[in-house]
């Protein structure tokens, strides 16, 4: 889940600890019809199987990308001065690590997060 458009562990926290917070699901990403274009990647690259971790994957797929954006490094990140992280592969697998598919359907959630992050492969 997004709290304020960051991510954090749903199992971790309690809703009256967010009491006028922006709280998002996964359920309210999409408008309408429309999927969110991480949800829309995740479809497209077959980037679930049993559906288990499938929210949690997608939300912590926008907070992270919305976090590369503004410069926050990883554990793996090479340069800690650039501006930009560069979002390989290695920075992807680190930056999700949190999140387990226990169907390892882990090469599909990347090729999804780096559609939706406009990564060119």
């Known amino acids: ?7 954090i562990n749903s199992c971790l926290t309690l809703a009256v600890m967010h009491d006028g917070q922006s709280v998002t699901t996964v359920e309210g990403l999409a408008l309408g ?3 969110h274009l991480v949800q829309a990647a995740f479809v497209e690259h077959d980037g679930f199987q049993c559906g288990y971790c499938t929210s949690g994957q ?8 919305a976090e590369s954006r503004l410069g926050m490094p990883s554990y793996v990140t090479e340069d800690l001065t650039q501006v930009a992280v560069e979002l390989t592969d290695a920075e992807i697998r680190e930056r999700m690590s949190g999140n387990i598919c226990r169907c390892a359907a882990y090469p599909n959630i990347v090729a999804a997060i780096k559609q939706a992050g406009g990564i060119s492969t």
């Open 58 to 65: 997608i939300c912590s797929t926008i907070g992270m990308l």
């Open 1 to 7: 889940m997004l709290i304020e458009g960051r991510r």
């Open 33 to 35: 019809d429309d999927l």
